[in-house]
């Protein structure tokens, strides 16, 4: 549900209309250990629907960690521990009675390198409809056609669809992994540095997708790369040693930052 209310902004007398928007996760005091090595600390972030969030800050500052928190694959790794909430649509992903499997279909992953199935590009797109008991051949073709063209791969691939996924480019191959996590519909779209393996076009054609998809999904991208925060996100998180140092929208971060860190980061002063 989104609601309008009716802001007084200080520079204007003028009333200002500001949409409230509905938080798709909401974490709160979110602390994250791999054995002794605190990873996240007191993280607190609400995540809006239909909006690209950007998670920022230098290496090892726990961007990936949090993001993989948000479906609960930091779990694989065995001495985790956490502390604190994440709520997803208002349900606490860490309670003992939430169904993992049920995050896992309604929050899609995309990953830095492109990491298709040693399969076909259709194969690949099935993959997960096929797991989730679709098998009429009819509804998977349109399944395929919808994942293709919402990953805007469609007409590039239309005719090899029976080629192995590995075939075609790398920027490619990250569209067909995109397809394939659109095909099992989901709310969220993690993207954790999905351009750093891709050349400039491809890239600018990820990034186009990710500004298309937010009318359909919240995405949550992790980027080291502060032109395309800037570029494709609403609001931008700066993480710095485990820290969320600031999180604002994506202009007021980088014209206006509240914190010297991010400030200093912005600019290349660090990191
Ligand atoms: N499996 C693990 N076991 C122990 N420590 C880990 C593990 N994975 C990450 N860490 C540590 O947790 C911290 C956060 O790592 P994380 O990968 O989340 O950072 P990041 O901001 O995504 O870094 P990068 O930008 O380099 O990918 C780092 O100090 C890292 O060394």
Known sequence: MTMTIKTEKKKSDRPQVQVQK?????????????????ALKNIDLDINENEVT???????????????????MVELVPSVKTSGEILYRDR????SDY??????????????????????????????PRIHGIKNKKILDEIVEKSLRGAA???EVKDRLNENAY????????????????????????????TSALDPISTLKVEEL????????SIIIVTHNMQQAARISDRTAFFLNGEVIEFDETDAIFSNPSDKRTEDYISGRFG
């Open 22 to 38: 509905t938080p798709v996760y909401q974490t709160k005091e979110l602390n994250l250990w791999y054995g002794e090595k605190h």
């Open 54 to 72: 950007a998670i920022i800050g230098p290496s090892g500052c726990g961007k990936s960690t949090y993001i993989k928190t948000l479906n609960r």
């Open 92 to 95: 606490n992903i860490f309670s």
């Open 99 to 128: 169904q993992v499997e049920e995050l896992r279909t309604r929050v899609g992953m995309v990953f830095q390198k492109p990491n298709p199935f040693p399969k076909s590009i259709y194969d690949n797109i099935a993959y997960g």
């Open 153 to 155: 791969i469609w007409d």
């Open 167 to 194: 075939s075609v480019s790398g920027g490619q191959q990250q569209r067909v992994c995109i397809a394939r996590a659109l095909a099992i519909e989901p709310d969220v779209i993690l993207m954790d540095e999905p």
């Open 210 to 217: 990710v500004q298309e998809l937010k009318a359909d999904y």
